[in-house]
């Protein structure tokens, strides 16, 4: 099994800043698809940001689209996200998430369903 652990979440103002990493440990996630989630208190945990296995095709939420970038690094063991003009709606825990094998259409990239493998998530303040 694949275990995922997230940091670099914190407290951060309102147009700042932060970078989310996600380590994989027990196996390698080079073929799997990662994915971004976060759940604010009182919500449903939503869809953020995911990526294929190569890191060429990506899909992004409304609310992260062109804000957000997803990446990963398979020779590290590694997936990322940069989160840019961070917004006060923001604030939520995010968690990494693994699929394997990958959804089969796009639309499903943005549901828990296909995902396995979860981290136990990071917290992301924004103030205003």
């Known amino acids: 099994q694949v275990q995922l652990v997230e940091s670099g979440g914190g407290l951060v103002q309102a147009g700042g800043s932060l970078r989310l990493s996600c380590a994989a440990s027990r196996r390698t996630i080079s073929r799997y698809a990662m994915a971004w989630f976060r759940q604010a208190p009182g919500e449903e945990r939503e869809f953020v940001a995911a990526i294929r296995w190569s890191g060429g095709i990506t899909y992004y939420a409304d609310s992260a689209e062109g804000r957000f970038t997803i990446s990963r690094d398979n020779a590290k063991n590694t997936a990322h996200l940069q989160m840019n003009s961070l917004k006060p709606e923001d604030t939520a825990a995010y968690y990494c998430?693994?699929?394997?094998?990958?959804?089969?259409?796009?639309?499903?990239?943005?549901?828990?369903?296909?995902?396995?493998?979860w981290g136990p998530g990071t917290q992301v303040t924004v103030s205003s």
């Open positions: 998430a693994a699929a394997d094998p990958h959804p089969s259409y796009d639309s499903d990239y943005s549901s828990t369903t296909p995902y396995d493998y």
